[in-house]
């Protein structure tokens, strides 16, 4: 997080900008007493990013207004969530806060759209409302409201374990800033997480692994992939997603994606992010994947994807200059 102590200068407006992620590697390990799913997962930030305006008010209340129609700006927007949780926990009833959204990842995608707004939002107001919280603090916030806010709040490239919110980060090589991914989402279709991950209990339940010894050890085989140690080109991520093999066989539009990108030249692999629907093609370059995106973009429109060229940040949320 690069923005969690921003000076204490007196600011009544800040611009955050608030990056997607995409998953390269999301494997389910069981199921935790809580009910949520145990994880192991590579997050990776990238530079598709909504933007954040908060503006101080008087009136003790928290205003969101948003420039896409199709998202709730209501009390169950996780910007409000963030701010509301954020004003009971540490602040005071009469701190108010004027909040723009301007949407640019695309909703319902598997891209942490919604969490990287309420990780700006909890990043935003507490440099806004001058609260002074560290970075634990605001973690174990973004935690409460969400599984992958935490992840958001720092960025980067990190290994994810537990629900989502244990970060290890992982160190990458130089050549790794220049690996890039070509997104498509198809506009019109949207995969809720909470059905993904039914959907896997309900088809691999039998087969999660069942003890805490057993997830470590899966963690450790993970911490230990040579891919992960070099983290370059050289030695790509191979790409897996548990949630794909269950989703894809029944979002048509997840298998049209993959097969779309796999018939895009060039690239390292294809994956769905997250829970999807939206997926991506590895490449070692950002120049390969601008130039194969520039020779494919009106095809991939006619199959019905919007698509972008996206590098690899090494952070997460963060204040604009
Ligand atoms: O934590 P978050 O609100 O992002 O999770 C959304 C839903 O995804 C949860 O309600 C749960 O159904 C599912 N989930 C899960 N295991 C996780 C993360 C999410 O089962 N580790």
């Known amino acids: 997080m690069n923005a969690s102590n921003r000076g204490k200068d007196s600011v009544d407006q800040l611009r955050i900008h608030a990056p997607a992620k995409i998953n390269l590697h999301l494997e389910i390990l069981g199921l935790r007493a809580d009910g949520f799913h145990e994880l192991a997962m590579v997050m990776q930030s990238i530079d598709l990013a909504d933007q954040i305006e908060i503006t101080s008010n008087t009136d003790g209340l928290i205003k969101l207004s948003i420039d896409d129609p199709n998202l709730s700006a209501g009390e169950d927007n996780l910007i409000f969530r963030a701010a509301e949780l954020l004003r009971c926990s540490y602040g005071n009833k009469n701190l108010g806060a004027n909040i723009y959204l301007q949407k640019n990842i695309p909703i319902g995608a598997g891209l942490a759209g919604g969490s990287t707004d309420a990780a700006a939002t909890l990043v935003g107001l507490n440099t806004l409302w001058k609260l002074d919280l560290d970075k634990q603090q605001l973690s174990n916030l973004a935690a409460e409201l969400g599984s992958d806010i935490p992840f958001c709040l720092e960025g980067g490239t990190q290994l994810c374990f537990g629900r989502g ?146 590098s690899f940040q090494s952070e997460g949320v963060g204040f604009d200059q």
């Open 165 to 310: 919110e244990k970060l290890e980060p992982v160190k990458a090589s130089a050549s790794s800033s220049d690996m890039a991914i070509i997104l498509v989402k198809d506009p019109t279709v949207s995969v809720s997480t909470p059905w993904a991950y039914g959907r896997s209990k309900e088809i691999n339940e039998k087969n999660y692994l069942k003890s805490d010894l057993a997830f470590e050890d899966r963690r450790q085989l993970l911490r230990e992939q040579s891919w992960l140690s070099s983290f370059s080109p050289s030695d790509p991520p191979p790409l897996n997603n548990d949630l794909q093999k269950v989703v894809a066989p029944e979002v048509q539009v997840v298998q049209n994606a993959l097969k779309a990108l796999s018939d895009l030249p060039g690239s390292i692999g294809v994956a769905m992010s997250g829970s999807g629907p939206s997926c991506f093609a590895l490449y070692s370059t950002y120049k390969q994947a601008k130039e194969v995106l520039a020779r494919s973009r009106i095809k991939l429109e006619s199959l019905g994807f919007k698509s972008w060229c996206c």
